[in-house]
């Protein structure tokens, strides 16, 4: 089994800055792709980004330009870097990782809030 925890979430201004990051355990399990994905009430489940095993990255629209994707495969840990935060990026921030054997984990979730 893998475990995901997400840290980072919290309050900010918009145009300010958080950096979220999350840490899968489970050392037995190989993890190949790693991602965020994002739920606000009323809302589905969207993708934010995503990094692959090769680190090839994929953002939705909404954040290009302004959050950044990464992985310390050391640390077997993806964080999520955002810049320049919209009261739209308000949503419960979801780690996602992706196993050898195409299998999918999920995280708790982080609550990221941004005030106008």
């Known amino acids: 089994q893998v475990q995901l925890a997400e840290s980072g979430g919290g309050l900010v201004q918009a145009g300010g800055s958080l950096t979220l990051s999350c840490a899968a355990s489970?050392?037995?399990?190989?993890?190949?792709?790693m991602g965020w994905y994002r739920q606000a009430p009323g809302k589905a489940r969207e993708l934010v980004a995503t990094i692959t095993s090769g680190d090839r990255t994929n953002y939705a629209d909404s954040v290009k330009g302004r959050f950044t994707i990464s992985r310390d495969n050391a640390k077997n840990t993806v964080y999520l870097q955002m810049n320049s935060l919209k009261p739209e990026d308000t949503a419960v921030y979801y780690c996602?990782?992706?196993?050898?054997?195409?299998?999918?984990?999920w995280g708790q979730g982080t609550q990221v809030t941004v005030s106008s």
């Open positions: 489970g050392s037995r399990i190989r993890i190949n792709s």
């Open positions: 996602n990782a992706i196993s050898a054997v195409r299998v999918n984990y």
